[in-house]
């Protein structure tokens, strides 16, 4: 699990959505996005990445979960390091 930022930039995120590594799986969350009314709920396959607006407003804090096989969890931290809630202790 990685918490976000309060709020993040839509394209970064879809950026590093279509960056993830050959076993990555998917991808899936809650985001803010920059300038967004309502939380975007985040889902991502390899090849296909969307977004849309959550059903209702949630005060549960932005969060991606990233599920695969044979991650390199140091090389995902690094990559999503941008788009992270700082500080994020699991990184320092």
Known sequence: RFDLADTVDRDRLFATLAASPPG????KGVARIAGAPLPVVVQYVPGRAEVEPARKPSPAAPFLLIIGRDLDADGLR???RPLLKEPCDVLD
């Open 78 to 80: 690094r990559q999503w």
């Open 24 to 27: 990555v799986f998917r991808i």
